[in-house]
């Protein structure tokens, strides 16, 4: 059942780049950000070539052909994630996303807005960008905040849901997949929880929509975020998904020109979303981007990207499960688990694990991963962590495996 | 040249001598739309008489397209009734949303087809529509 | 002591598009956003062909020269407007930047916190972008919103400025030129008014920076905020820019990765600035590719831009006056002014009028200008407004002047 | 191999048997850095006696580089005078910036030469700075 997308990497112009010397590069941190299909990056400049210009804003030529390539990108990305196109608003960032998020529910304009007494809730597996936000949000309100604990294996303890979710909770904000463990949360139990009592659910899908077709109306979910970047898209751009009926109760988190309805010296009434949640000349080049990745994505299949990165990490699992002194951070097994692999070497810290794997061209990533909290919980100082692409392939697996063998020799494990 | 099929005489005409402008007295409701994004503004009085639209009148500044248009409206829309200027008004959305590839029903549209050419310019389209959205929320609201 | 810039108008690919049938395209609508030369589109590309990777979160080779390059993009944007490296922050945009502010400038926990009782200064002619963030942060903190009227001819009326400048303003925000009129404001006065009761002076650089040469130091203000895309950089970047003494003092606005000193599940500290205001993995292709437009403008040379824009500005202003029937708004003598020209035709709407401009292939802005409470308290239903910057030249204004005869012709103007 | 001049024996023996890790009771001062970067942190316990370095002793999680240089530094600076102890933290930190092209000061930096190598790894720098930056910080504090 192993799937072969071997064709598609010379699509990709860095992955051509020999480094340290004459190593092929082996890009294994797509965690971190993704690398850019041709196509991607003609969209961006072809934008800039011929029809750049400020969109809902000229009555000329260029601006007509921008808005319409604009809301084309809109249209496009609502169709990738099973939404209603007016729903998706462009941010730079998943980041952004969540900020703005957890501004808006927090305005005391919002019909839905978070006040002393609520309670908001996230997990300790958590990457900052979903975290920090709602920690602020709950010093700004009074608010105050709860998690769901991780079990040994990098999964979420849902034992205390019922007394966790309850009629105080307004936000359950949670990761679809972890970015250090690679697991997949049990959502449907999640969002049913938090629907049984009225609070909305926050997915942050930077890993998960990326690798595998996620549909806002099948997980049931009430606003969604995710990043440009790591799904074959340009930098600088991210997308906030809300429910249409929700969008409109909120008040806007960035002001500016092309989210009013009106305007006076004393004060702005709003557009409609998106528009309301769009203050300012946009990313346009990075949204048209980003809509060249998704047909990428598309063309591929999103299918075919998640038996191909399962393969990749069983084989990795596997790999890993026969060399002494190398232990896997996270499920052993291959059930709710996307393409994330964290690992450590006995009596090597991750930094250094991750400068001899570099010495032979495989970059990964090594630390926290952004989320401190769950390191301090595991006790530990950071991993090393090798995340995965459709571009990756067998060989990708087979060079880790060799080259972790090399830092156990190099810094004398077991010795 | 393009831009005569977009500024038809007879849109000049009604953007100089405007039909229905300055609002009446009599109405059951009164609704004011806007364009954020040029600043076109049109407030509009609505009478109906059972199904009957009795009489609108309105108000606005705005470009020609918008000020034409909303003048057409008025003129084709009063005395119909309400199922035949929503018909009218599905039409008329209908031949904007064409671009380009619409003549418009002359025994429906009468002077309304003057404006097929706009659905050739993105930007103009809201301009055309922005008296007709007024009509419509403002009749949805007293049928309601 | 005309200034040519012919020869540069080559670097610019859609310059040399036609449209509407088959004229050439004549952009005048550089106050919305400005074309993009070849070498930033290209250094755009580069960034993702070459070393796309995380900044400042690999172990790996790509995310070292990735962190090398956006950097130097910060040390480079550092130089263009005389500030410390670390006083450059990279947002998303001018109206990021300016929310970013408004937030900090409003957090409790920023020593320099807007509470109520404070006042807020700002003017008739901003930008929505300068002006809605501070009507929301006067809303939340409880502090008042007051404002510079502007006289006839478009400039600051600066005739009360000892009393709207009081013990009680904490902050000042100002355009450094009219999006609308071109007039460029005293700021030498207000920023001495501000200074001497202890507020800050934020600026809104977004058609200065662009045009002429801008010094954070010589200028005296202690916050700057500008748009790439205006700068004939990429969209989805933007400069905040801040005095490192209140950049200390300032809480952040955006939360997340790689802008925290410390993290717990019940708060986090945060880094030093620039990081600290930069949440999530940036906008880095951007970064590196406003760098190179900045190279771009600093080869070009910014006193030869504003000389050239300077003599367009002339040729237009001299033009009109001959056109009965067409009226400049804003002031018609050349005195601390720069390139844009706002005007109306007697009987015809803005909207109509850039419709006719369109057709002969000259694109310009036309309606409020994101400035709507100017428009009302102008009377005007919006304007038509060309705007410069060094690839355009005298035959476009000659152009321009030819259409506007057309646009009478064809609304029968005068008639 | 580039690692070798990265990783050298020296820096490797340190990583193993670090010198002078372990919190003293005795103390002026104590700070905490860290490296949110990478989540590498050192504590250190500084005692001066007059002009003169008395003691330093240090606690830290962190990669073989940072670990090491903290090794070094104590070993280095400890019997120094605050002045000659400033003039060689300023020598590691110029030998850091180098970008390779340097071999450092062998009669001023002893074992400290071994980290020549890192300046040619930018990520890495930081890592060997850690140590170094919190005996300036707590220096400073004590002298002041
Ligand atoms: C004076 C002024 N301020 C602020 C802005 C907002 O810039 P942006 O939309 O790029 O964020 C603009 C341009 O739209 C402007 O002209
Ligand atoms: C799970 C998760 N959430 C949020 C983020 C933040 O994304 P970004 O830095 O692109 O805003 C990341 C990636 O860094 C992530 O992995």
């Known amino acids: ?415 | 040249m393009e831009l005569d099929s977009l500024y038809q005489e007879v849109i000049l005409d009604h953007y100089k001598s405007p039909k229905h402008k300055g609002l009446s007295e009599q109405k059951d409701i009164q609704v004011h739309h806007n364009n954020p994004s040029c600043g076109d503004e049109v407030t509009l009085n609505l009478l109906m008489s059972g199904q009957i639209v009795k009489e609108i009148s309105w108000d606005g500044i705005g470009c020609s397209i918008s000020m034409a248009s909303a003048s057409v409206m008025s003129e084709l829309l009063i005395g119909k009734s309400y199922q035949e200027a929503i018909k009218i008004l599905d039409a008329f959305v209908e031949l904007m949303q064409s671009k380009g590839q619409s003549v418009g029903d002359e025994n429906l549209l009468e002077d309304g087809v003057a404006f097929a050419g706009v659905s050739k310019f993105p930007a103009r389209i809201k301009c055309a529509l922005l008296g007709w959205m007024a009509f419509k929320d403002a009749s949805a609201q007293v049928m309601a």
């Open chain 1, 1 to 415: 059942m192993s799937v072969d997308l071997s064709k598609y990497k010379k699509d990709f112009p860095i992955l051509h780049r020999k480094v340290r010397g004459d190593n092929p590069l082996i890009y294994l941190d797509n965690g971190a950000t993704s690398q850019k299909p041709e196509s991607v990056i003609a969209a961006e400049s072809n934008f800039y070539r011929t029809i750049n210009s400020a969109v809902h804003r000229g009555a000329h030529l260029l601006a007509e052909e921008a808005s319409q390539a604009y809301e084309s990108a809109r249209e496009n990305l609502a169709n990738f994630i099973g939404a209603k196109t007016d729903e998706v608003i462009f941010t730079k960032s998943a980041t952004e996303s969540l900020n703005m998020i957890a501004y808006s529910l927090g305005n005391p304009d919002s019909k839905f807005n978070v006040s002393a007494g609520d309670e908001i809730v996230v997990s300790e597996m958590e990457h900052h960008a979903n975290l920090i936000p709602w920690q602020q949000l709950a010093k700004r309100s009074g608010a105050k905040l709860r998690w769901f604990s991780i079990t040994k294996d990098g999964r979420i303890d849902t034992s205390n849901i019922d007394t966790l979710i309850n009629k105080k909770t307004k936000v359950v904000a949670i990761t679809h997949q972890s970015n250090v463990f690679g697991t997949i949360v049990p959502l449907t139990e999640i969002t049913k929880a938090a629907h049984a009592v009225g609070a909305v659910v926050v997915l942050d899908a930077c890993q998960s929509a990326p690798h595998f077709a996620v549909d806002v109306k099948k997980l049931d979910v009430d606003f969604l975020a995710f990043s440009g970047h790591k799904a074959l898209g340009p930098t600088g751009v991210g997308i906030l998904w809300g429910r249409t009926e929700l969008l409109e109760k909120l008040e806007p988190a960035l002001f500016g020109g092309s989210m009013v309805d009106s305007v006076s010296m004393e004060g702005a009434t709003w557009a409609k979303a998106p528009r309301k949640f769009e203050a300012g000349v946009p990313n346009m080049a990075q949204a048209v981007g980003l809509s060249a990745a998704i047909d990428y994505l598309n063309m591929v299949g999103m299918e075919k990207i998640a038996g191909h990165e399962a393969d990749l990490t069983k084989q990795l699992l596997d790999g890993i499960s026969k060399i002494s002194g190398v232990d896997v951070i996270g499920p052993l097994d291959m059930k709710d688990r996307g393409g994330v692999v964290s690992f450590t070497v006995d009596g090597v810290h991750p930094h250094d694990v991750g400068q001899v794997l570099d010495q032979y061209g495989i970059a990964v990533r090594t630390g926290h991963h952004c989320a401190w909290p769950l390191m301090r919980k595991l006790n530990l100082v950071g991993t090393t962590r090798a995340s995965f692409h459709l571009y990756n392939d067998s060989s990708d697996i087979t060079a880790l495996l060799a080259a972790i063998e090399q830092v156990k020799i190099y810094f004398k494990v077991g010795k």
